[in-house]
Protein backbone atom coordinates (compact mmCIF):
# COMPACT_ATOMS: atom_id res chain seq x y z
CA UNK A 1 0.00 0.00 0.00
CA UNK A 2 1.18 3.13 -1.25
CA UNK A 3 1.68 5.99 1.53
CA UNK A 4 -0.37 8.84 -0.93
CA UNK A 5 -3.56 9.05 -1.62
CA UNK A 6 -2.01 9.19 -5.81
CA UNK A 7 0.51 7.95 -7.26
CA UNK A 8 0.40 11.38 -9.44
CA UNK A 9 -1.32 14.24 -8.93
CA UNK A 10 -1.46 16.23 -12.16
CA UNK A 11 -2.37 20.31 -12.04
CA UNK A 12 -3.59 21.27 -14.90
CA UNK A 13 -5.66 19.21 -17.67
CA UNK A 14 -4.56 20.96 -21.05
CA UNK A 15 -2.37 19.31 -23.71
CA UNK A 16 0.54 18.66 -21.03
CA UNK A 17 -1.32 17.64 -18.38
CA UNK A 18 -3.87 15.66 -20.12
CA UNK A 19 -1.12 13.61 -21.76
CA UNK A 20 0.78 12.59 -18.88
CA UNK A 21 -2.33 11.87 -16.50
CA UNK A 22 -3.80 9.00 -19.48
CA UNK A 23 -0.17 7.78 -20.39
CA UNK A 24 0.79 7.45 -16.66
CA UNK A 25 -2.41 5.83 -15.75
CA UNK A 26 -2.23 2.96 -18.77
CA UNK A 27 2.01 2.55 -17.27
CA UNK A 28 -0.48 2.02 -13.82
CA UNK A 29 -0.38 4.56 -12.16
CA UNK A 30 -3.05 6.16 -9.90
CA UNK A 31 -3.68 9.69 -10.93
CA UNK A 32 -5.73 12.10 -10.23
CA UNK A 33 -5.70 15.60 -12.31
CA UNK A 34 -7.27 18.79 -10.96
CA UNK A 35 -8.83 21.64 -13.52
CA UNK A 36 -10.21 24.80 -12.65
CA UNK A 37 -11.39 25.70 -15.98
CA UNK A 38 -12.28 23.87 -18.46
CA UNK A 39 -10.81 20.04 -19.34
CA UNK A 40 -8.78 20.48 -22.80
CA UNK A 41 -6.77 24.17 -21.68
CA UNK A 42 -5.56 27.01 -23.88
CA UNK A 43 -5.44 24.91 -27.17
CA UNK A 44 -9.14 23.40 -27.11
CA UNK A 45 -10.70 25.91 -25.35
CA UNK A 46 -9.25 29.35 -26.26
CA UNK A 47 -6.14 28.73 -28.47
CA UNK A 48 -5.56 26.59 -31.61
CA UNK A 49 -8.74 24.82 -31.78
CA UNK A 50 -11.03 27.77 -32.19
CA UNK A 51 -8.87 29.62 -33.72
CA UNK A 52 -8.70 27.64 -36.42
CA UNK A 53 -12.04 27.05 -36.86
CA UNK A 54 -12.25 31.08 -36.75
CA UNK A 55 -9.06 30.85 -39.34
CA UNK A 56 -11.22 28.57 -41.85
CA UNK A 57 -13.93 30.43 -41.59
CA UNK A 58 -12.25 34.13 -42.29
CA UNK A 59 -11.19 32.60 -45.33
CA UNK A 60 -14.33 32.31 -47.03
CA UNK A 61 -14.50 35.72 -47.44
CA UNK A 62 -11.64 35.64 -49.90
CA UNK A 63 -12.67 32.00 -50.88
CA UNK A 64 -16.34 34.37 -51.75
CA UNK A 65 -14.92 36.83 -53.78
CA UNK A 66 -12.51 34.28 -55.65
CA UNK A 67 -15.51 32.37 -56.59
CA UNK A 68 -17.18 34.62 -59.03
CA UNK A 69 -14.02 34.35 -61.36
CA UNK A 70 -14.50 30.92 -60.81
CA UNK A 71 -17.89 31.19 -62.93
CA UNK A 72 -19.34 31.10 -59.47
CA UNK A 73 -22.47 33.73 -59.78
CA UNK A 74 -22.28 34.20 -56.12
CA UNK A 75 -24.76 36.85 -54.35
CA UNK A 76 -23.59 39.45 -51.89
CA UNK A 77 -23.61 37.25 -48.42
CA UNK A 78 -23.33 38.80 -45.48
CA UNK A 79 -21.20 37.21 -42.18
CA UNK A 80 -23.53 36.00 -39.08
CA UNK A 81 -20.64 36.53 -36.45
CA UNK A 82 -22.83 34.88 -33.50
CA UNK A 83 -23.73 32.02 -35.90
CA UNK A 84 -20.07 30.96 -36.12
CA UNK A 85 -18.75 31.83 -32.74
CA UNK A 86 -21.94 29.63 -31.17
CA UNK A 87 -21.14 26.83 -33.60
CA UNK A 88 -16.94 26.88 -32.93
CA UNK A 89 -18.06 27.36 -28.98
CA UNK A 90 -20.20 23.75 -29.38
CA UNK A 91 -17.44 21.99 -30.93
CA UNK A 92 -15.08 23.33 -28.02
CA UNK A 93 -17.81 21.38 -26.05
CA UNK A 94 -17.77 18.51 -28.19
CA UNK A 95 -14.23 18.02 -27.86
CA UNK A 96 -13.76 19.17 -23.95
CA UNK A 97 -16.13 15.93 -23.58
CA UNK A 98 -13.74 13.72 -25.83
CA UNK A 99 -11.13 14.32 -22.97
CA UNK A 100 -12.67 13.81 -20.03
CA UNK A 101 -13.94 10.56 -22.12
CA UNK A 102 -10.12 9.89 -22.80
CA UNK A 103 -9.04 10.37 -19.38
CA UNK A 104 -12.20 8.62 -17.74
CA UNK A 105 -11.12 5.34 -19.45
CA UNK A 106 -8.11 5.41 -18.56
CA UNK A 107 -9.58 5.57 -14.96
CA UNK A 108 -7.34 9.39 -14.26
CA UNK A 109 -10.05 11.27 -12.01
CA UNK A 110 -10.75 14.38 -12.90
CA UNK A 111 -11.05 16.72 -9.96
CA UNK A 112 -12.89 19.88 -10.88
CA UNK A 113 -11.15 22.42 -9.09
CA UNK A 114 -8.42 24.52 -8.12
CA UNK A 115 -5.80 22.75 -6.61
CA UNK A 116 -2.36 24.46 -5.24
CA UNK A 117 1.21 23.42 -3.99
CA UNK A 118 1.39 22.94 -0.20
CA UNK A 119 4.50 21.05 0.39
CA UNK A 120 7.00 18.51 -2.32
CA UNK A 121 3.93 15.92 -1.63
CA UNK A 122 0.92 17.61 -1.16
CA UNK A 123 -1.77 20.06 -2.79
CA UNK A 124 -5.00 21.92 -1.25
CA UNK A 125 -7.94 21.74 -3.36
CA UNK A 126 -10.19 25.34 -3.37
CA UNK A 127 -12.80 23.07 -1.38
CA UNK A 128 -10.33 23.27 1.47
CA UNK A 129 -9.46 19.31 1.37
CA UNK A 130 -5.76 18.22 1.47
CA UNK A 131 -4.49 15.52 -0.77
CA UNK A 132 -1.25 13.47 -1.17
CA UNK A 133 0.78 12.26 -4.09
CA UNK A 134 4.10 10.39 -4.49
CA UNK A 135 4.43 13.00 -7.56
CA UNK A 136 3.43 16.25 -8.51
CA UNK A 137 2.77 17.30 -12.45
CA UNK A 138 2.56 21.35 -12.93
CA UNK A 139 0.77 21.60 -16.29
CA UNK A 140 -0.84 24.65 -15.80
CA UNK A 141 -0.38 26.64 -18.97
CA UNK A 142 0.44 30.03 -19.63
CA UNK A 143 -1.47 33.64 -19.69
CA UNK A 144 -1.97 36.44 -21.83
CA UNK A 145 0.29 39.25 -20.82
CA UNK A 146 -1.64 42.69 -19.99
CA UNK A 147 0.49 45.24 -20.65
CA UNK A 148 0.39 47.76 -17.20
CA UNK A 149 -0.88 51.40 -18.71
CA UNK A 150 -4.05 52.99 -17.82
CA UNK A 151 -7.25 52.16 -19.22
CA UNK A 152 -6.03 48.12 -19.83
CA UNK A 153 -8.93 46.97 -18.03
CA UNK A 154 -11.44 48.26 -21.71
CA UNK A 155 -9.18 45.84 -23.11
CA UNK A 156 -9.55 41.78 -23.77
CA UNK A 157 -7.26 38.94 -24.34
CA UNK A 158 -6.95 35.96 -26.15
CA UNK A 159 -9.22 34.24 -22.95
CA UNK A 160 -12.31 36.93 -24.57
CA UNK A 161 -12.11 36.89 -28.04
CA UNK A 162 -14.39 33.80 -28.70
CA UNK A 163 -17.05 35.06 -26.76
CA UNK A 164 -17.71 38.34 -28.33
CA UNK A 165 -21.12 39.77 -28.09
CA UNK A 166 -20.68 41.74 -31.56
CA UNK A 167 -18.21 42.09 -33.97
CA UNK A 168 -16.17 45.26 -33.72
CA UNK A 169 -16.26 47.41 -36.57
CA UNK A 170 -13.36 48.85 -35.55
CA UNK A 171 -10.20 46.81 -33.58
CA UNK A 172 -6.75 47.67 -32.01
CA UNK A 173 -4.88 44.63 -31.96
CA UNK A 174 -1.45 45.57 -29.72
CA UNK A 175 1.50 43.30 -30.61
CA UNK A 176 2.89 41.71 -33.66
CA UNK A 177 3.40 37.98 -32.91
CA UNK A 178 1.10 35.10 -33.74
CA UNK A 179 -1.97 35.85 -32.02
CA UNK A 180 -2.02 39.75 -33.39
CA UNK A 181 -1.35 38.85 -36.72
CA UNK A 182 -3.90 35.60 -37.04
CA UNK A 183 -6.30 37.59 -35.35
CA UNK A 184 -5.45 40.80 -37.83
CA UNK A 185 -6.63 38.04 -40.83
CA UNK A 186 -9.34 36.89 -39.17
CA UNK A 187 -11.26 39.99 -38.10
CA UNK A 188 -10.53 41.81 -41.31
CA UNK A 189 -12.04 39.13 -43.33
CA UNK A 190 -14.81 39.14 -41.02
CA UNK A 191 -15.00 43.18 -41.99
CA UNK A 192 -14.00 45.09 -39.32
CA UNK A 193 -11.26 47.63 -39.97
CA UNK A 194 -8.31 46.48 -38.23
CA UNK A 195 -5.05 48.30 -36.89
CA UNK A 196 -2.35 46.19 -35.37
CA UNK A 197 0.17 48.34 -33.29
CA UNK A 198 3.35 46.82 -31.99
CA UNK A 199 5.85 48.47 -29.52
CA UNK A 200 9.03 47.74 -32.10
CA UNK A 201 9.69 48.01 -35.63
CA UNK A 202 8.51 44.61 -36.86
CA UNK A 203 6.13 41.82 -36.65
CA UNK A 204 7.15 38.10 -36.03
CA UNK A 205 10.37 38.67 -34.30
CA UNK A 206 12.30 35.87 -35.17
CA UNK A 207 10.73 34.28 -38.39
CA UNK A 208 12.63 34.99 -41.53
CA UNK A 209 12.70 38.59 -42.87
CA UNK A 210 11.85 37.87 -46.12
CA UNK A 211 8.44 35.69 -45.23
CA UNK A 212 7.48 38.13 -42.46
CA UNK A 213 8.04 41.17 -44.59
CA UNK A 214 5.96 39.54 -47.49
CA UNK A 215 3.04 38.70 -45.04
CA UNK A 216 3.50 42.95 -43.55
CA UNK A 217 3.51 43.80 -47.71
CA UNK A 218 0.22 41.41 -48.56
CA UNK A 219 -1.44 42.54 -45.00
CA UNK A 220 -1.24 46.17 -45.99
CA UNK A 221 -2.66 45.83 -49.44
CA UNK A 222 -5.87 43.78 -48.17
CA UNK A 223 -6.23 47.18 -46.01
CA UNK A 224 -4.89 46.02 -42.83
CA UNK A 225 -3.35 48.97 -40.87
CA UNK A 226 0.16 48.89 -38.66
CA UNK A 227 1.60 51.39 -36.32
CA UNK A 228 5.26 50.44 -35.38
CA UNK A 229 7.57 51.38 -32.29
CA UNK A 230 3.84 52.38 -31.16
CA UNK A 231 3.87 52.00 -27.23
CA UNK A 232 0.47 51.66 -25.86
CA UNK A 233 0.14 54.60 -23.35
CA UNK A 234 -3.26 55.00 -22.27
CA UNK A 235 -6.86 53.79 -23.56
CA UNK A 236 -10.00 55.87 -22.57
CA UNK A 237 -13.83 54.81 -23.24
CA UNK A 238 -15.70 57.70 -24.60
CA UNK A 239 -19.25 58.38 -23.97
CA UNK A 240 -20.55 56.58 -26.70
CA UNK A 241 -18.92 53.50 -25.23
CA UNK A 242 -15.98 53.58 -28.32
CA UNK A 243 -12.27 53.40 -27.07
CA UNK A 244 -9.36 55.66 -28.07
CA UNK A 245 -5.75 54.58 -27.71
CA UNK A 246 -3.36 56.87 -26.96
CA UNK A 247 0.22 56.06 -28.25
CA UNK A 248 1.89 58.83 -27.13
CA UNK A 249 4.43 60.51 -29.41
CA UNK A 250 3.74 57.73 -32.22
CA UNK A 251 0.65 59.64 -34.37
CA UNK A 252 -3.36 60.54 -33.41
CA UNK A 253 -4.70 58.55 -31.21
CA UNK A 254 -6.91 55.35 -32.58
CA UNK A 255 -10.41 55.54 -32.27
CA UNK A 256 -12.06 51.73 -32.22
CA UNK A 257 -14.68 49.57 -31.17
CA UNK A 258 -12.33 46.89 -29.30
CA UNK A 259 -9.04 46.35 -28.09
CA UNK A 260 -6.96 42.93 -28.13
CA UNK A 261 -3.65 42.82 -25.97
CA UNK A 262 -1.90 39.73 -27.95
CA UNK A 263 1.15 41.23 -25.88
CA UNK A 264 2.65 37.71 -25.40
CA UNK A 265 1.80 34.92 -22.48
CA UNK A 266 3.53 34.51 -19.47
CA UNK A 267 3.39 31.45 -17.15
CA UNK A 268 0.58 30.88 -15.19
CA UNK A 269 1.90 30.38 -11.57
CA UNK A 270 0.50 33.03 -9.43
CA UNK A 271 -0.65 31.77 -6.46
CA UNK A 272 0.48 28.22 -6.95
CA UNK A 273 2.41 27.55 -3.83
CA UNK A 274 5.43 26.73 -5.48
CA UNK A 275 7.70 28.39 -2.65
CA UNK A 276 6.31 25.33 -0.16
CA UNK A 277 8.49 22.92 -2.33
CA UNK A 278 11.10 25.44 -3.22
CA UNK A 279 10.59 25.28 -6.61
CA UNK A 280 12.86 27.19 -8.88
CA UNK A 281 11.72 29.52 -11.27
CA UNK A 282 13.94 31.03 -14.27
CA UNK A 283 14.44 34.65 -14.46
CA UNK A 284 12.00 34.69 -16.71
CA UNK A 285 9.33 33.41 -13.93
CA UNK A 286 9.16 29.97 -15.84
CA UNK A 287 9.22 26.80 -13.68
CA UNK A 288 12.98 25.55 -14.33
CA UNK A 289 13.22 21.95 -15.28
CA UNK A 290 15.79 19.47 -16.53
CA UNK A 291 15.61 17.56 -19.56
CA UNK A 292 13.46 15.19 -17.46
CA UNK A 293 11.30 17.88 -17.02
CA UNK A 294 12.10 17.51 -13.09
CA UNK A 295 11.75 20.69 -10.91
CA UNK A 296 14.35 21.41 -8.35
CA UNK A 297 11.98 19.91 -6.12
CA UNK A 298 12.25 16.02 -6.54
CA UNK A 299 9.23 14.68 -6.62
CA UNK A 300 7.61 17.88 -8.57
CA UNK A 301 7.85 17.73 -12.46
CA UNK A 302 6.34 20.20 -15.02
CA UNK A 303 5.63 20.42 -18.61
CA UNK A 304 4.11 22.46 -21.01
CA UNK A 305 4.28 26.63 -21.31
CA UNK A 306 4.37 26.97 -17.21
CA UNK A 307 7.83 26.00 -18.30
CA UNK A 308 8.26 28.33 -21.45
CA UNK A 309 10.69 26.43 -23.64
CA UNK A 310 9.09 26.59 -26.91
CA UNK A 311 4.88 27.41 -26.29
CA UNK A 312 3.73 25.20 -28.70
CA UNK A 313 0.48 22.52 -28.12
CA UNK A 314 2.53 19.24 -29.79
CA UNK A 315 5.73 20.37 -27.42
CA UNK A 316 3.75 20.12 -24.14
CA UNK A 317 1.95 17.13 -25.21
CA UNK A 318 5.58 15.40 -26.22
CA UNK A 319 7.19 16.64 -22.76
CA UNK A 320 3.98 15.25 -21.17
CA UNK A 321 4.49 11.96 -22.88
CA UNK A 322 8.16 11.54 -22.45
CA UNK A 323 7.35 12.59 -18.58
CA UNK A 324 4.86 9.79 -17.90
CA UNK A 325 6.88 7.59 -20.06
CA UNK A 326 10.47 8.48 -17.95
CA UNK A 327 8.57 8.29 -14.59
CA UNK A 328 6.12 5.45 -14.33
CA UNK A 329 6.79 3.59 -18.26
CA UNK A 330 10.28 2.56 -16.99
CA UNK A 331 11.10 4.07 -20.23
CA UNK A 332 13.27 7.18 -19.84
CA UNK A 333 12.32 9.40 -22.74
CA UNK A 334 13.92 13.06 -23.28
CA UNK A 335 12.56 15.58 -25.90
CA UNK A 336 14.04 16.45 -29.01
CA UNK A 337 13.41 19.88 -29.65
CA UNK A 338 15.31 20.19 -32.54
CA UNK A 339 13.34 21.21 -36.01
CA UNK A 340 10.16 21.75 -34.16
CA UNK A 341 7.89 23.12 -36.93
CA UNK A 342 5.54 26.43 -36.59
CA UNK A 343 3.22 28.26 -38.28
CA UNK A 344 1.53 31.37 -37.89
CA UNK A 345 -2.21 31.42 -39.36
CA UNK A 346 -2.38 34.44 -41.06
CA UNK A 347 -3.97 35.35 -44.12
CA UNK A 348 -1.97 33.94 -46.20
CA UNK A 349 -0.71 31.62 -43.42
CA UNK A 350 3.42 31.34 -42.94
CA UNK A 351 5.41 28.25 -42.07
CA UNK A 352 8.96 27.11 -40.65
CA UNK A 353 11.31 24.90 -39.54
CA UNK A 354 14.79 24.72 -38.45
CA UNK A 355 17.30 27.59 -38.89
CA UNK A 356 16.00 31.15 -40.52
CA UNK A 357 19.00 32.83 -43.36
CA UNK A 358 20.40 34.85 -40.68
CA UNK A 359 20.71 32.25 -37.59
CA UNK A 360 21.86 29.86 -40.17
CA UNK A 361 24.79 32.62 -41.53
CA UNK A 362 25.77 33.04 -37.96
CA UNK A 363 26.09 29.28 -36.86
CA UNK A 364 27.49 27.50 -40.47
CA UNK A 365 29.43 30.61 -41.89
CA UNK A 366 28.59 29.36 -45.20
CA UNK A 367 25.54 28.80 -46.55
CA UNK A 368 22.87 28.49 -50.08
CA UNK A 369 19.94 29.68 -49.91
CA UNK A 370 16.86 28.63 -52.35
CA UNK A 371 13.89 30.41 -53.49
CA UNK A 372 11.37 30.16 -55.40
CA UNK A 373 8.54 33.68 -55.39
CA UNK A 374 5.34 32.75 -57.28
CA UNK A 375 1.83 33.40 -57.75
CA UNK A 376 -0.08 30.62 -56.86
CA UNK A 377 -2.51 29.53 -59.95
CA UNK A 378 -5.38 30.26 -58.16
CA UNK A 379 -4.42 33.36 -57.67
CA UNK A 380 -3.84 34.03 -61.40
CA UNK A 381 -7.10 33.32 -61.91
CA UNK A 382 -8.82 34.75 -59.41
CA UNK A 383 -6.98 38.24 -59.99
CA UNK A 384 -5.50 38.13 -56.70
CA UNK A 385 -1.81 39.16 -56.60
CA UNK A 386 -0.35 38.07 -54.04
CA UNK A 387 2.81 35.61 -54.34
CA UNK A 388 3.91 32.88 -52.38
CA UNK A 389 7.57 32.86 -51.27
CA UNK A 390 9.49 29.69 -50.36
CA UNK A 391 13.21 29.46 -49.11
CA UNK A 392 15.15 26.57 -47.97
CA UNK A 393 18.51 27.43 -46.31
CA UNK A 394 21.18 24.94 -46.64
CA UNK A 395 24.80 24.51 -45.26
CA UNK A 396 27.41 25.06 -48.39
CA UNK A 397 29.74 22.24 -47.02
CA UNK A 398 27.24 19.52 -46.82
CA UNK A 399 24.12 20.66 -48.93
CA UNK A 400 21.90 19.25 -45.97
CA UNK A 401 18.51 21.33 -46.33
CA UNK A 402 18.94 22.84 -42.59
CA UNK A 403 15.89 25.55 -42.61
CA UNK A 404 12.55 25.91 -44.79
CA UNK A 405 10.39 28.95 -44.50
CA UNK A 406 7.41 29.45 -46.71
CA UNK A 407 4.69 31.67 -46.77
CA UNK A 408 1.30 31.24 -49.27
CA UNK A 409 -1.88 29.48 -49.29
CA UNK A 410 -1.51 25.74 -47.39
CA UNK A 411 1.80 26.87 -45.92
CA UNK A 412 1.49 25.15 -42.82
CA UNK A 413 0.53 22.07 -44.88
CA UNK A 414 2.70 21.35 -46.66
CA UNK A 415 5.41 22.76 -44.50
CA UNK A 416 4.84 19.53 -42.06
CA UNK A 417 5.85 17.24 -44.67
CA UNK A 418 9.40 19.21 -45.62
CA UNK A 419 9.78 19.01 -41.76
CA UNK A 420 10.07 15.33 -41.91
CA UNK A 421 12.77 15.78 -44.73
CA UNK A 422 14.85 18.52 -42.63
CA UNK A 423 14.48 16.58 -39.49
CA UNK A 424 15.75 13.41 -41.69
CA UNK A 425 18.55 16.22 -42.29
CA UNK A 426 18.51 15.20 -46.04
CA UNK A 427 20.14 17.35 -48.66
CA UNK A 428 19.03 19.57 -51.45
CA UNK A 429 20.20 17.27 -54.09
CA UNK A 430 17.79 14.70 -52.60
CA UNK A 431 15.04 17.12 -52.82
CA UNK A 432 16.09 17.81 -56.59
CA UNK A 433 16.22 14.04 -57.00
CA UNK A 434 12.19 14.01 -55.89
CA UNK A 435 9.99 14.44 -59.58
CA UNK A 436 7.68 17.17 -58.88
CA UNK A 437 3.89 16.71 -58.30
CA UNK A 438 2.47 19.08 -60.54
CA UNK A 439 0.40 21.55 -60.93
CA UNK A 440 0.79 22.14 -56.82
CA UNK A 441 2.33 24.63 -54.43
CA UNK A 442 4.55 22.19 -53.25
CA UNK A 443 6.40 21.06 -56.18
CA UNK A 444 7.86 24.51 -55.58
CA UNK A 445 10.04 22.37 -52.95
CA UNK A 446 12.11 20.47 -55.00
CA UNK A 447 12.44 22.58 -58.09
CA UNK A 448 13.94 25.28 -55.75
CA UNK A 449 16.53 27.54 -57.86
P1 LIG B 1 4.29 36.47 -29.24
O1 LIG B 1 5.40 36.19 -28.31
O2 LIG B 1 4.20 35.74 -30.51
O3 LIG B 1 4.32 38.03 -29.60
C1 LIG B 1 4.21 38.99 -28.61
C2 LIG B 1 4.18 40.37 -29.26
O4 LIG B 1 3.83 41.32 -28.31
C3 LIG B 1 5.50 40.75 -29.86
O5 LIG B 1 5.25 41.42 -31.08
C4 LIG B 1 6.10 41.69 -28.82
O6 LIG B 1 6.84 42.74 -29.40
C5 LIG B 1 4.87 42.29 -28.17
N1 LIG B 1 5.01 42.50 -26.73
C6 LIG B 1 5.51 41.64 -25.83
N2 LIG B 1 5.42 42.16 -24.59
C7 LIG B 1 4.85 43.37 -24.72
C8 LIG B 1 4.52 44.40 -23.81
N3 LIG B 1 4.72 44.27 -22.51
N4 LIG B 1 3.93 45.51 -24.31
C9 LIG B 1 3.70 45.66 -25.62
N5 LIG B 1 4.02 44.72 -26.53
C10 LIG B 1 4.58 43.59 -26.08
O7 LIG B 1 2.99 36.34 -28.35
P2 LIG B 1 1.46 36.00 -28.67
O8 LIG B 1 0.72 36.59 -27.54
O9 LIG B 1 1.09 36.35 -30.05
O10 LIG B 1 1.43 34.42 -28.54
C11 LIG B 1 1.95 33.78 -27.36
C12 LIG B 1 2.56 32.45 -27.72
O11 LIG B 1 1.53 31.52 -27.99
C13 LIG B 1 3.43 32.47 -28.97
O12 LIG B 1 4.74 32.81 -28.67
C14 LIG B 1 3.30 31.07 -29.46
O13 LIG B 1 4.30 30.28 -28.87
C15 LIG B 1 1.94 30.63 -28.99
N6 LIG B 1 0.97 30.67 -30.10
C16 LIG B 1 1.18 29.86 -31.16
C17 LIG B 1 0.31 29.87 -32.23
C18 LIG B 1 0.56 28.97 -33.38
O14 LIG B 1 1.31 28.01 -33.23
N7 LIG B 1 0.00 29.24 -34.55
C19 LIG B 1 -0.83 30.75 -32.28
C20 LIG B 1 -0.94 31.60 -31.11
C21 LIG B 1 -0.07 31.54 -30.08
P3 LIG B 1 8.30 42.59 -30.01
O15 LIG B 1 8.17 42.99 -31.45
O16 LIG B 1 9.09 43.56 -29.21
O17 LIG B 1 8.75 41.19 -29.85
Known amino acids: MSDYDYDLFVIGAGSGGVRASRVAAA?????????????????????????????????????????????????????????????????????????????????????????????PHSVKLASGKEITAKTLLIATGGWPVVPDVPGAEHGITSNEVFHLEALPKRIVIAGGGYIANEFAGIFHQFGSHVTLVNRSETILRGYDEQIRDRLLQISMTKGIQFRFNAPFEKIEKQEDGSLLV??????????????????????????????????????KGAIKVDDENRTSCASIYAVGDVTDRIQLTPVAIREGQAFADTVFGNKPTKVDYSCVPSAVFSHPPLAGVGMIEAEARNKLGSIKVYSSDFRPMKNVLAGRNERALYKMICDAATDRVVGVHMIGPDAAEILQVAAVAVKAGLTKAQFDATVALHPTMAEELVLMK
Do not use: M, S
Request: some cysteine; charged content about 30%; overall charge negative.
Open 27 to 119: HGAKVAVAEEYRVGGTCVIRGCVPKKLLVYGAHFAEDIKDARQFGWNVPDCAFDWPRLRDNVLREVDRIEGLYGETLGNQKVEIIRERAVVTG
Open 246 to 283: HLGDNGPPIECDAVLFATGRRPNLDGLGLETAQVELTE
